[in-house]
């Protein structure tokens, strides 16, 4: 057999302790011991311990050998009551995991956060998908896929055709200008009524002019816009016309990389951080002949809209912040200080900040839009469906030329906009494996009236009634599943990419400059406790939701609340692309006596089957076709004359909170 030689890191303690007498290595543990395994032929036990005695005789010399090894430890350890406490018991396991960097506080801190929030999600996963063995049920939705994405059998990517809206006329004000949708500024770009650079000019200058009061601009990308505006007056001069997009401004949100411009994904950590690389949307959108004016807010690390410059406001509310990552597409495109942006979402990036801030957003199928260039959270969440032929690679925080996390999709006035944007940034990226050449038909042709569509509890009543009055069959609806941990999940999945991706910016104590303590750092020091076993289970678990909803999904689309958290989760763990539209305002709760403009913006999302972008945007197009929310203007800073707004940083906002 083998004995375990302890030295402790008290002086004098030398030990010989048997395999079974697990109560005093503990002890010793506690002290900082180190073991180390020495070769010893005899069996023997200590006396002392009667409850790790083995079976075998000791001889009189080892009882005698074991009792003074014995209380010689129980001496020593005394001597070390300091060390003898919880955080240094914990320290040891944290050691087995590589991970004892932490501080003693914070390994408290995530022994807290795994019972009261890990164990749970553990064993809700298990009780799903783990009560078998043998694994021959509910396989994981994480397949490798040996083809390496060097095939592309999704078919042909036809581009949208679109409508040219004819009578466009300038308007007499650049406040009008601002709200006009991208076909109609292109249109008045085609009909020379007014130039790139003149447009260019004007969103710059509304950028500047309310980034004080929002927050929501990183960079200025002002060089580069005008010579891309000269670029596309002089080409339209020529007869060279590249589409609805040419010359139109737009603004990227700022963990989509653009050379020589800082890419500094929200952080601190990154604010001075310059990537030469050319996202591949960036790529699209250039081609298209559209012209980048800034880089605009990412919160911190893509969480949220807390970032180093500040935290991004609603321009319907300015007393309030615009909630998600996407906050500077949401918000620049809401107070029209953009026509258009793209944002990303992982988890509610897009669909919180645009339903906060009244815009039309959408969130895209998986692998619709490449991502090449755009900061990496989470390579698991951007599965659409459970395909043994998914594709996985790891990709280190610092290579971000070939990552993949987020959804991108487009921040616009309208679902036609959307329409638009989407059919000029899809399609494959040869640097993405998991994008792919989507077959979508064009949402401008669906004819919605041979569809059925469901609509859940929470779903707006307008959007239904509308839609059927368009001839669509509408239907009560509701998603079937048994699975009980959908938000526990994501957390899981997310929480522990995205620390794949932030490991050294962990270990070296950067988490401490972080913006928002209680976001990415409490949960990335969480996620490092979560076992791999665990990890899988969740994926199990997400293996059998996806299966769960497809059964159910039995209509061509469904509407229901866009903000809802177990549906953002479920959503982006299934891969049900979604679109969010404005459905009305409401009053402001504590609305002052005298009144205000504020106002609190009524949406609703209409969802679709992955790969089914288009039903979802052509229902929003009919919606539009009829109503005229998404054409309303938020008051910004002109808020009424008697209103006022109480400095807002003094709110508390909580941190996400799972919900079991």
């Given at each position: 057999?083998?004995?375990?030689?302890?030295?402790?890191?008290?002086?004098?303690?030398?030990?010989?302790?048997?395999?079974?007498?697990?109560?005093c290595?503990?002890?010793?543990?506690?002290?900082?011991?180190?073991?180390?395994?020495?070769?010893?032929?005899?069996?023997?036990?200590?006396?002392?311990?009667?409850?790790?005695?083995?079976?075998?005789?000791?001889?009189?010399?080892?009882?005698?050998?074991?009792?003074?090894?014995?209380?010689?430890?129980?001496?020593?350890?005394?001597?070390c009551?300091?060390?003898?406490?919880?955080?240094?018991?914990?320290?040891?396991?944290?050691?087995?995991?590589?991970?004892?960097?932490?501080?003693?506080?914070?390994?408290?801190?995530?022994?807290?956060?795994?019972?009261?929030?890990?164990?749970?999600?553990i064993?809700?996963?298990?009780?799903?998908?783990?009560?078998?063995?043998?694994?021959?049920?509910?396989?994981?939705?994480?397949?490798?896929?040996?083809?390496?994405?060097?095939?592309?059998?999704?078919?042909?990517?036809?581009?949208?055709?679109?409508?040219?809206?004819?009578?466009?006329?300038?308007?007499?004000s650049?406040?009008?200008?601002?709200?006009?949708?991208?076909?109609?500024?292109?249109?008045?770009?085609?009909?020379?009524?007014?130039?790139?650079?003149?447009?260019?000019?004007?969103?710059?200058?509304?950028?500047?002019?309310?980034?004080?009061?929002?927050?929501?601009?990183?960079?200025?990308?002002?060089?580069l816009?005008?010579?891309?505006?000269k670029?596309?007056?002089?080409?339209?001069?020529?007869?060279?016309?590249?589409?609805?997009?040419?010359?139109?401004p737009?603004?990227?949100?700022?963990?989509?990389?653009?050379?020589?411009?800082?890419?500094?994904?929200?952080?601190?950590?990154?604010?001075?951080?310059?990537?030469?690389?050319?996202?591949?949307?960036?790529?699209?959108?250039?081609?298209?002949?559209?012209?980048?004016?800034?880089?605009?807010?990412?919160g911190?690390?893509?969480?949220d809209?807390?970032?180093?410059?500040?935290?991004?406001?609603?321009?319907?509310?300015?007393?309030?912040f615009?909630?998600?990552?996407?906050?500077?597409?949401?918000?620049?495109?809401?107070?029209?200080?953009?026509?258009?942006?793209?944002g990303?979402?992982?988890?509610?990036?897009?669909?919180?900040?645009?339903?906060?801030?009244?815009?039309?957003?959408?969130?895209?199928?998986?692998?619709?839009?490449?991502?090449?260039?755009?900061?990496?959270?989470?390579?698991?969440?951007?599965?659409?469906?459970?395909?043994?032929?998914?594709?996985?690679?790891?990709?280190?925080?610092?290579?971000?030329?070939?990552?993949?996390?987020?959804?991108?999709?487009?921040?616009?006035?309208?679902?036609?906009?959307?329409?638009?944007?989407?059919?000029?940034?899809?399609?494959?990226?040869?640097?993405?494996?998991?994008?792919?050449?989507?077959?979508?038909?064009?949402?401008?042709?669906?004819?919605?009236?041979?569809?059925?569509?469901?609509?859940?509890?929470?779903?707006?009543?307008?959007?239904?009634?509308?839609?059927?009055?368009?001839?669509?069959?509408?239907?009560p609806?509701?998603?079937?599943?048994?699975?009980?941990?959908?938000?526990?999940?994501?957390?899981?999945?997310?929480?522990?990419?995205?620390?794949?991706?932030?490991?050294?910016?962990?270990?070296?104590?950067?988490?401490?400059?972080?913006?928002?303590?209680?976001?990415?750092?409490?949960?990335?020091?969480?996620?490092?406790?979560?076992?791999?076993?665990?990890?899988?289970?969740?994926?199990?678990?997400?293996?059998?939701?996806?299966?769960?909803?497809?059964?159910?999904?039995?209509?061509?689309?469904?509407?229901?609340?866009?903000?809802?958290?177990?549906?953002?989760?479920?959503?982006?763990?299934?891969?049900?692309?979604?679109?969010?539209?404005?459905?009305?305002?409401?009053?402001?709760?504590?609305?002052?006596?005298?009144?205000?403009?504020?106002?609190?913006?009524?949406?609703?999302?209409?969802?679709a089957?992955?790969?089914?972008?288009?039903?979802?945007?052509?229902?929003?197009?009919?919606?539009?076709?009829?109503?005229?929310?998404?054409?309303?203007?938020?008051?910004?800073?002109?808020?009424?004359?008697?209103?006022?707004?109480?400095?807002?940083?003094?709110?508390?906002?909580?941190?996400?909170?799972?919900?079991?």
């Open positions: 057999m083998a004995t375990l030689l302890l030295r402790g890191k008290c002086p004098g303690v030398t030990a010989l302790v048997l395999p079974r007498v697990g109560l290595l503990s002890l010793f543990l506690c002290c900082g011991g180190a073991a180390a395994v020495a070769p010893h032929r005899d069996q023997f036990q200590n006396p002392i311990a009667a409850h790790c005695l083995t079976s075998s005789t000791p001889s009189p010399s080892h009882r005698i050998l074991a009792a003074l090894t014995s209380l010689d430890m129980e001496s020593k350890i005394s001597q009551p300091q060390q003898n406490s919880e955080a240094s018991s914990l320290r040891h396991a944290f050691k087995i995991l590589d991970a004892d960097f932490f501080t003693d506080n914070k390994i408290l801190e995530v022994a807290k956060g795994a019972e009261e929030f890990n164990i749970p999600i064993r809700a996963n298990r009780k799903s998908v783990a009560s078998v063995d043998g694994g021959l049920q509910n396989p994981s939705c994480l397949v490798f896929d040996p083809n390496w994405g060097s095939e592309q059998p999704d078919g042909i990517n036809r581009r949208f055709t679109h409508p040219v809206p004819s009578g466009i006329q300038r308007p007499g650049n406040e009008d200008i601002a709200f006009m949708s991208v076909l109609e500024l292109g249109e008045l770009i085609r009909t020379r009524q007014i130039t790139s650079e003149e447009l260019t000019r004007l969103f710059l200058e509304r950028l500047r002019r309310y980034n004080g009061i929002l927050e929501a601009v990183v960079s200025y990308t002002e060089e816009a005008y010579a891309q505006a670029r596309a007056d002089e080409l339209l001069a020529q007869g060279v016309d590249l589409g609805p997009l040419h010359g139109i737009y603004g990227l949100k700022d963990i989509i990389a653009v050379p020589e411009y800082h890419t500094t994904w929200g952080s601190t950590s990154f604010k001075d951080q310059v990537l030469d690389i050319d996202a591949w949307v960036y790529q699209r959108l250039r081609s298209a002949g559209a012209v980048l004016v800034a880089k605009l807010v990412s911190s690390l893509a969480y809209d807390i970032w180093f410059g500040g935290r991004t406001r609603n321009p319907w509310n300015i007393e309030e615009s909630t998600g990552s996407s906050a500077g597409p949401a918000a620049c495109t809401s107070a029209g200080m953009v026509p258009f942006a793209i990303s979402e992982t988890a509610g990036s897009i669909t919180y900040p645009a339903a906060r801030c009244g815009v039309t957003a959408l969130r895209p199928t998986f692998g619709a839009v490449g991502r090449t260039g755009v900061m990496s959270i989470s390579e698991s969440l951007v599965t659409s469906y459970c395909h043994p032929g998914l594709f996985l690679r790891e990709v280190d925080n610092d290579d971000i030329s070939n990552s993949w996390q987020d959804k991108l999709g487009p921040f616009c006035r309208s679902a036609a906009d959307c329409t638009i944007i989407l059919d000029a940034i899809r399609g494959r990226d040869p640097d993405d494996p998991s994008s792919r050449d989507i077959p979508l038909d064009n949402p401008f042709t669906v004819d919605i009236t041979k569809l059925t569509v469901g609509y859940l509890d929470d779903a707006e009543m307008e959007v239904v009634q509308v839609l059927s009055s368009k001839g669509v069959t509408m239907v609806f509701r998603l079937n599943y048994t699975v009980d941990s959908v938000q526990g999940i994501l957390n899981f999945t997310m929480d522990v990419d995205m620390l794949a991706h932030f490991d050294e910016w962990q270990r070296l104590g950067k988490d401490d400059q972080y913006e928002a303590q209680e976001q990415w750092p409490v949960e990335l020091r969480r996620a490092r406790v979560v076992p791999a076993v665990d990890y899988v289970q969740a994926q199990r678990a997400r293996g059998k939701l996806i299966r769960e909803v497809r059964e159910s999904f039995n209509v061509d689309a469904f509407i229901g609340n866009a903000t809802d958290w177990e549906k953002v989760c479920l959503g982006n763990l299934v891969g049900v692309p979604v679109i969010v539209v404005p459905t009305g305002y409401a009053n402001i709760s504590a609305s002052p006596p005298s009144g205000t403009r504020r106002r609190t913006t009524v949406t609703t999302g209409i969802y089957p992955p790969q089914k972008d288009h039903i979802a945007l052509a229902l929003a197009i009919a919606y539009q076709s009829v109503t005229d929310h998404h054409k309303q203007r938020p008051p910004i800073n002109d808020t009424g004359p008697n209103d006022w707004t109480p400095n807002a940083q003094s709110k508390k906002y909580p941190p996400r909170q799972l919900l079991l």
